[in-house]
């Protein structure tokens, strides 16, 4: 069984930073340095989108539009964590925000496994 475990998530005011973690707990059948990560988010009453993902070693990044310029993703693979630097926040941030693991980095949910989610609320 994989677990993910997002954290970080709270309350904020708009044009703050907050950062997210993704914890794995690996076992013999998941090594977290060979999946790709992903980060999305769901906001109430929208589906889920993509916000950024890397690959197994961090030279590949992707990110949705309107978080570029203001987001990071980055991984410690001696950590087994995923990271989301989230920069000058927006109301329209305000999200549960998850975690994924999968096997390409895509920007569609096309991910293995999935956190249970964080909530940052950007408040204006």
């Known amino acids: 069984q994989v677990q993910l475990v997002e954290s970080g998530g709270r309350l904020v005011q708009a044009g703050d930073p907050l950062r997210l973690s993704c914890t794995a707990a690996s076992g013999r059948t998941f090594i977290f340095s060979t999946y790709a990560m992903g980060w999305f988010r769901q906001a109430p009453g929208k589906e889920r989108e993509f916000v950024a993902a890397i690959n197994w070693n961090g030279g590949t990044t992707i990110y949705e539009d309107s978080v570029k310029g203001r987001f990071t993703i980055s991984r410690d693979n001696a950590r087994n964590t995923v990271y989301l630097q989230m920069d000058s926040l927006k109301p329209e941030d305000t999200a549960v925000y998850y975690c994924?693991?999968?096997?390409?980095?895509?920007?569609?949910?096309?991910?293995?496994?999935w956190g249970q989610g964080t909530q940052v609320t950007v408040s204006s």
């Open positions: 994924a693991a999968g096997y390409t980095v895509v920007a569609r949910p096309e991910y293995q496994y």
